[in-house]
């Protein structure tokens, strides 16, 4: 299979109520079929939430924050979250808020401030599949999980 020197990197992240996980995907454009692309699943990192109680809002940030700390270096790195909450912080001014909104926030702004993050609906997501309940095996035939579609 001949490919592009092009590679592009997609991540994905979120955040449940006893979980959040992240998954990331290389993209493969094919020199010989033009717009065609070859996905394949590079990682993906799961964390059980916090004994004491933690808000939705600091899971998904937690969640962002790691997705983050498993790049290399790339072309392109596209990143999807579907929490409006995060894409919301990472985009707008920051406001006042509390220290742990701050720090989450400078952080993943700090590690790659070139990063395209993007907001998709939580049905698209593959880190979601992380804490629906998958066994191993049906993780390895799904294709959400294995190939991001």
Known sequence: M???????MYGYCDGSGKAYSVVYFRIIPRKRDAGKVVIVFVSAKTRINPIEPVTLHRIELCSASI???LLIQINGIYLWSDSQI??????????KSNQF??????????????????????????????FRGFSPNSLLNNSLWGYGT
């Open 2 to 8: 001949k490919v592009d020197s092009r590679i592009e």
């Open 101 to 130: 909104v701050v720090d989450r926030v400078a952080r993943i702004k700090s590690l790659v401030p070139q990063i395209q993050w993007n907001h998709i609906a939580g049905t698209f997501i593959p880190a979601d599949c992380a």
């Open 86 to 95: 995060v894409f919301n912080c990472i985009h707008l001014p920051p406001k």
């Open 67 to 69: 997705l983050e700390t």
